[in-house]
């Protein structure tokens, strides 16, 4: 059956994949005496989409303008924004293009932003009718395609801050006012013969049974609307594990904390003062 699937192309030179720091799974690189053949590198997704349980290696297909192409390697999965996930990728050799515009990725171990005048010497030395547009380092290219979801995330993060905040107030208040209430009876049994670590394992599981419980369906509506925020997650799962139970810690502690103290208060005042009260 004839398959044509959709891909994204692009054009690239041999040391293209070195100098982005994508690995060669299988097969090689491009090279200089590819010029006369027509070859190209797939990615992992691409490869996988066309030849399933099969070896890619050394296939043939043939592209949109009906030329035969070899394929002579594989390559890793490559996100082409932070926006989006890898996406089925097919490599060709920069010569294959027809149009005359490229970009030149370097890598260097010094300052980047001091190699602009060195690139443009080596540039003009092969060619001095060249036009070179302004260089431009990674990470300003980065921060500007990133700068939309941070500024949303920011404000996700801020609002969802102040909500944990305002929310452990609320569970220590209503916990503590609970407990505190029990300060006599807690008092009252002391002297009939409860250990005080048996009072504050009641006062424990009493107290926190409620905040596990709100926390059990606040997690589950979490997961339930984490896809509505995952296009503002970068490498993160909407439920992953470490997360989630990292904003759990908070409510679990405040409410521990709004326990034990009314019960470690009521276990040292006087009994009789206790059953004066009652």
């Given amino acids: 059956m004839l398959e044509r699937p959709t891909v994204n192309v692009r054009f ?17 690189a491009f090279e200089e005496r590819d010029r006369t053949r027509n ?12 030849w399933r349980h099969q070896s890619p290696m050394s296939k043939r297909f043939v592209r949109g303008d009906d030329q035969v192409y070899e394929m002579i390697g594989v390559v890793s999965d490559v996100g082409t924004s932070l926006k989006q996930g890898p996406v089925p990728t097919v490599y060709y050799p920069y010569w294959d293009r027809q149009r005359f515009t490229v970009s030149l990725l370097v890598r260097t171990n010094v300052n980047p932003g001091s190699t602009g005048g060195a690139i443009r010497s080596a540039i003009w030395k092969l060619d001095s009718s ?10 300003p290219l980065i921060a500007k395609g990133a700068a939309q979801q941070r500024f949303q995330m920011l404000l996700v993060v801020v609002f969802g801050a102040a909500a944990l905040l305002l929310a452990s107030l609320g569970i220590y208040g209503v916990v503590s006012y609970s407990m505190a ?11 009939l013969g409860a250990r005080s670590w048996d009072l504050h394992r009641m006062v424990l599981r009493q107290g926190l049974t409620p905040v596990v419980l709100g926390l059990a369906v606040g997690i589950g509506a979490a997961l339930g609307l984490g896809r509505v925020l995952s296009s503002l997650l970068f490498e993160v799962h909407p439920s992953d594990p470490l997360t989630i139970a990292g904003v759990s810690i908070l409510p679990v502690a405040v409410g521990t904390l709004a326990c034990l103290i009314p019960a470690v208060r009521a276990t040292q005042i006087d009994p009789m003062t206790a059953l004066r009260d009652e």
């Fill in 12 to 28: 690239i030179g041999p040391s293209y994949f070195q100098t982005a720091g994508i690995p060669l799974r299988n097969g090689r």
């Fill in 39 to 50: 070859v190209a590198l797939f990615s992992e997704m691409a490869a996988g989409r066309l």
């Fill in 130 to 139: 060249i036009a070179i547009p302004q260089i431009r380092t990674m990470d």
């Fill in 181 to 191: 209430r029990r300060t006599n009876e807690i008092g009252i049994r002391m002297p």
